[in-house]
C-alpha cells in the first residue's frame, strides 16, 4: 500500500519535563531549537511530531532535566563506550586523547580520505547526528580521562543545530574555566578544515591522568553530577562559576519582604528544587535540582522571585537544603487555630481594604480560620 513506518528518533518522559504545569509555560529549549518545527506545546507537555522530525538530536542536547533523549543510541551506551575507548587509548599510551565527534553526512568523506593523516591520539567517534550529543557527554568525557572533545559539522547543518552546539559548548567552556580546567577543551570543527585543524593535544604524560570510572546511566542530571564532581578539584578557589541564562544550573532569589509563602512556587516545580515545610511555613531550596526553568518565578503572584544561572563548585554545597524564606504561622483571632501566615493575612487585607464586602468588623474574618469564618458570618 505503499505505507511505511516512521523511525521514532527521540524519547519524551513528561513525567520530568520542565515544560509547563498548571496552565503557566517554563521551558522551552526544545521547541525553540528544533530544527525542523516538529516539537510543539500542548499545554503542560511538548509533543514530538514523529513525521516532521529529522533525528538531528539537539532537542535532546538542550533538554535540562533529559525528557527528551536520543533513542538510539541511549546515553548509558554512549557513556559506557566512551569511558572503554578512553581507558583503551590509555593503556595503549595514548594518555588524554582527542574524541572526535562526527555524523555520516557531516564528515565521514572527509575523515575516510585523511583518516591516515590524523594524530594518534585523535580518536574519530561516528555519531547518528552530530547535535545528539549534550554537555553529559562531553563532560563525561574528559572526566574519564579524555584531554579534549571537538564536535563536528558540515556546511549542510542545519543554522539552528549549529546555535545549539556553539550555546552548549558555551556554556561547558564557562564551567571547565571556572573549575580550572582548559575552557578551550570542547570544540567546534568545520568538517572542510578537519585536515588543517590545530589539534589541542596535551604534551606526552608519563602515565593516565586519574580518570572517572562511573558507569553509564540513562539519567541525564546523575550522569552530569558525576562527571562534574570529578572534575571538581579538591581545593577549590572559587565559590561559584556565573553562567549565561540559558544555563541548566543556577539558584533563585526570594524577595523576603515580599513573599507571602503561598507555595505557589513549590505546587509547579518539576524538579524538587523547591520544597515546604509541611506543618510550618517555610521554603527550602535544592540548587542542584533547578535547572531554570522559570516555572516558579511565572507562578508567582508576588513577583518575588529572581533567577541567577550559575554553578557551585563545591558539590556537597549543591546539593544542600538550604531555607529561602520562613515565618511563624499566624493564629486565628478567635481560635487561635494556626492557618496561615502574617505576611499573608497582611497582603490580603491590603488589598481587600476598599472592598465593599470587607468593611468594619468584616476584615476581621480575613483573620480567622475557614471554621470560625462561617460561624461568624451567621452570627452576625
Known amino acids: 500500500s ?14 520530568i519535563c520542565a515544560h509547563g504545569a498548571r496552565g503557566i509555560t517554563g521551558c522551552t529549549r526544545c521547541v525553540d531549537h528544533c530544527p525542523a518545527g516538529a516539537i510543539a506545546s500542548i499545554g503542560e507537555w511538548i509533543e514530538v511530531d514523529a513525521h516532521r522530525c529529522h533525528g538531528m538530536g539537539s532537542c535532546s542536547g538542550v533538554c535540562p532535566t533529559g525528557a527528551l533523549t536520543y533513542a538510539y543510541p541511549s546515553l548509558s551506551d554512549t557513556l559506557n563506550a566512551m569511558r572503554r575507548i578512553v581507558a583503551t587509548c590509555q593503556s595503549a599510551g595514548m594518555f588524554a586523547p582527542c574524541i572526535l565527534l562526527y555524523d555520516e553526512e557531516s564528515a565521514a568523506e572527509q575523515l575516510k580520505s585523511i ?33 579534549a572533545v571537538r564536535i563536528v559539522y558540515g556546511e549542510r547543518t542545519p543554522d539552528s543545530v549549529r546555535a545549539t552546539l556553539a550555546q552548549q559548548i558555551g556554556i561547558a567552556g564557562e564551567i571547565l574555566k571556572g573549575l580550572g580546567h582548559d575552557a578551550d577543551a570542547i570544540g567546534l570543527l568545520l568538517a572542510s578544515e578537519i585536515d588543517n585543524a590545530t589539534w589541542p593535544l596535551s604534551e606526552a604524560k608519563e602515565s593516565p ?33 556565573a553562567l549565561p541564562p540559558s544555563s541548566p544550573f543556577g539558584q533563585i532569589h ?5 513573599c507571602t509563602l503561598c507555595m505557589g512556587c513549590v505546587s509547579v516545580c518539576p524538579t524538587g528544587a523547591l520544597a515546604d515545610g509541611v506543618d510550618t511555613p517555610r521554603l527550602d531550596f535544592i540548587e542542584w535540582n533547578c535547572v ?30 538550604r531555607n529561602l524564606n520562613q515565618e511563624e504561622p499566624f493564629g486565628c483571632i478567635a481560635c487561635g487555630k494556626p492557618f496561615a501566615t502574617r505576611s499573608m493575612i497582611d497582603k490580603m487585607a491590603e488589598k481587600l481594604a476598599e472592598h465593599r464586602m470587607f468593611q468594619g468588623e468584616a476584615l476581621d474574618r480575613l483573620k480567622m480560620c475557614e471554621d470560625c469564618r462561617v460561624k461568624s458570618m451567621f452570627e452576625s
Open 2 to 15: 505503499g505505507a511505511f513506518e516512521k523511525p521514532q528518533y527521540v524519547l519524551y518522559n513528561a513525567e
Open 115 to 147: 583518516s591516515t593523516a590524523l594524530p594518534d591520539d585523535v580518536v574519530p567517534w561516528k555519531l547518528e547526528e552530530a547535535g545528539s550529543t549534550g554537555i553529559e557527554v562531553w563532560l563525561g568525557a574528559l572526566a574519564y580521562g579524555a584531554g
Open 209 to 241: 591522568a586519574d580518570s572517572a570510572v562511573f558507569a553509564g546511566m540513562d539519567d541525564k542530571r546523575a550522569a552530569l553530577r558525576l562527571a562534574l564532581d570529578h572534575l571538581t578539584p579538591l581545593n577549590h578557589s572559587v565559590e561559584k562559576i
Open 254 to 258: 526570594v524577595d523576603r519582604q515580599a
Open 292 to 321: 531554570q526553568c522559570g516555572l516558579c518565578q511565572s507562578a508567582c503572584p508576588e513577583s518575588a522571585i529572581r533567577l541567577e544561572a550559575r554553578l557551585l563548585v563545591d558539590p556537597e554545597a549543591r546539593r544542600v537544603k
